[in-house]
């Protein structure tokens, strides 16, 4: 199990109480889809991901995005509980979809460069830290299928 600080708790669900779902969670997918070509692979009924810009206008693209950001909030509500959380989604990726757990990762990083563009000077390196602690625990969760 996780412990978490109060900074930390505090520092995530301040994160998210200030990013908009609807924006963040597309921009994280495209700048996944187009810095690593190969995550592109799991999502060919996505249609033309072809170029940057053909996956930056995909509404389905789009849409996942913001399914992946909502699917986050579940985590900032069960912080204490994030294994069971994504259970039935972890084995969804792993056994269905066959992702590889490193596309987590890849993902997670891109949503720290999104998510730091958009809060700027007040993503300090602490709340980097608890955000990344964050990221961490939630790609275990989902890729723990594969350990």
């Given at each position: 199990m996780v412990e978490w600080t109060d900074f930390e708790r505090a520092t995530i669900q301040d994160i998210f109480s200030k990013i908009d779902p609807d924006v963040v969670g597309p921009a994280a997918?495209?700048?996944c889809l187009v810095v690593y070509p190969w995550t592109q692979r799991y999502?060919?009924?996505?249609?033309n991901?072809?170029?940057?810009?053909?996956?930056?206008?995909?509404?389905?693209?789009?849409?996942?995005?913001k399914?992946?950001?909502?699917?986050?909030?579940r985590a900032v509500k069960n912080m204490d509980n994030i294994k069971a959380t994504y259970a039935e989604l972890s084995v969804l990726h792993s056994e269905k979809?066959?992702?590889?757990?490193?596309?987590?990762?890849?993902?997670?990083?891109?949503?720290?460069?999104?998510?730091?563009?958009?809060?700027?000077?007040d993503f300090t390196g602490?709340?980097?830290?608890?955000?990344?602690k964050f990221l961490a625990v939630v790609v275990s969760a989902l890729g723990r299928q594969y350990h």
């Open positions: 997918l495209v700048r999502f060919g009924k996505f249609g991901l072809y170029n940057a810009a053909a996956i930056t206008s995909n509404p389905n693209v789009i849409a996942h995005g399914v992946v950001l909502n699917g986050l909030q979809l066959n992702v590889d757990p490193d596309n987590f990762k890849l993902l997670a990083d891109c949503l720290s460069i999104v998510v730091a563009a958009q809060l700027g000077k602490d709340v980097q830290a608890a955000f990344q």
